[in-house]
């Protein structure tokens, strides 16, 4: 089964600087798709950006991008130039891409609560 | 288009009692997951379902069921209520089998 681990309980940036929250995960597969998910105060779970484990090219969204590591399994997301409204509990999350198969679940983290500081 | 919904948004029940939740999916979306999450568990996954048929279940007991009608749109039923059952119930719809994107949530409170 796959795991997905967030070392990090708690984080916390100044507005304007740069953040890395950390996931590794364990994975005996070599097709899947890894997320970065934020959970602010409101509870709505919006997606951050997305990476295909085929792709050697890191995932950019704006001022959000991840450091893809796939024989170390790791899977990190920097913000840059941080904003009040990044303040939200962040949660890594791994999928199968078990074409025909029916694995599609999301198998998340427990999640990094980030606070940003003015 | 108009994003996930889940009804209702808040939802008290008693112990015993059971409880039926709703999610429309996204319009074109076919398939549909849940999950639970709570302080203790974190997010579990529950169940999907694609073209109403159900694809894959977690490791819930018989007591939470769920299906999905030909409109895609799913219900999650859970029965004899639990006091550990009070959590958030999210819903998540994709496109084939592309990118989850997740309802507001049912809070569940069972007192």
Redo the contacts between chains.
């Keep these: 089964a796959q795991t997905v681990t967030q070392s990090q309980p708690e984080m916390s940036v100044q507005e304007a600087e740069t953040v890395t929250l950390s996931c590794t995960y364990d994975t005996s597969e070599s097709d899947y798709?890894l997320?970065w998910?934020k959970q602010p105060p409101?509870?709505?779970?919006?997606?951050v950006i997305?990476q295909e484990a085929y792709k050697q090219q890191n995932a950019t969204e704006n001022r959000f991008s991840v450091n893809f590591q796939k024989a170390a399994k790791s899977f990190s997301l920097k913000i840059s130039d941080s904003q009040l409204g990044d303040a939200a509990m962040y949660?890594c999350a791994y999928?199968s891409?078990n074409s025909g198969g029916?694995?599609?679940?999301?198998?998340?983290?427990?999640?990094t609560l980030l606070t940003v500081n003015p | 288009k108009a994003g996930v919904t889940q009804t209702p948004r808040y939802l008290i029940k008693t112990r015993g009692q059971q409880v039926t939740l709703s999610c429309s999916p996204i319009s074109g979306h076919r398939s549909v997951s849940w999950y639970q999450q709570t302080p203790g568990q974190g997010l579990q996954f529950l169940f999907e379902y694609f073209s109403e048929t159900q694809r894959n279940k977690g490791n819930f007991p018989g007591r939470f069921s769920g299906r999905q009608f030909s409109n895609s749109r799913s219900e999650m039923n859970v029965s004899t209520l639990e006091l550990g059952d009070s959590a958030l119930y999210l819903c998540a719809s994709s496109f084939m089998m592309e990118t989850q994107y997740f309802g507001p949530g049912t809070r569940l409170l069972v007192l």
């Excluded at chain 1, 409101?42 to 997606?47: G, K, P, T, Y």
């Excluded at chain 1, 029916?102 to 999640?111: E, R």
């Design positions: 798709y997320f998910y409101s509870r709505q779970m919006i997606l997305r949660f999928r891409e029916s694995n599609y679940k999301l198998t998340f983290g427990k999640g």
